[in-house]
Nanobody
Framework: QVQLVESGGGLVQAGASLRLSCAASGRTFSTYAMGWFRQVPGKEREFVARITWSDGITAYTDSVKGRFTISRDNVKNTVYLQMNSLKPEDTAVYYC?????????????????WGQGTQVTVSS
């Protein structure tokens, strides 16, 4: 099992920055990559970014490219999401997730482990 704990959410004004953290524990060696997803009420969970543990290869959804940066600290087993130039449409609950498979996907369904989520609210 892998446990994931997110932190760093909050309420900010448009244009501000936030950094989310996701601390992983347990059998983290069994996971291949980590992802960040977000969800607003009534909508499906949306892919935001992804990073592989071993070589740090990243991927982003188009709407956050150039504003968000995903990174990882293999010693601390922690993944970060640096969010700059935040917009009201970034408002959501943000979840980190871990996937064991090497499948390259933006779908939430193949991910094996999930954190509890952290709320990010961006006011205009």
């Amino acid at each position: 099992q892998v446990q994931l704990v997110e932190s760093g959410g909050g309420l900010v004004q448009a244009g501000a920055s936030l950094r989310l953290s996701c601390a992983a524990s347990g059998r983290t060696f069994s996971t291949y990559a980590m992802g960040w997803f977000r969800q607003v009420p009534g909508k499906e969970r949306e892919f935001v970014a992804r990073i592989t543990w071993s070589d740090g290869i990243t991927a982003y959804t188009d709407s956050v490219k150039g504003r968000f940066t995903i990174s990882r600290d293999n010693v601390k087993n922690t993944v970060y999401l640096q969010m700059n130039s935040l917009k009201p449409e970034d408002t959501a609950v943000y979840y980190c997730a871990a996937i064991q498979s090497r499948l390259i996907t933006t779908s939430a369904y193949p991910y094996d482990y999930w954190g509890q989520g952290t709320q990010v609210t961006v006011s205009s």
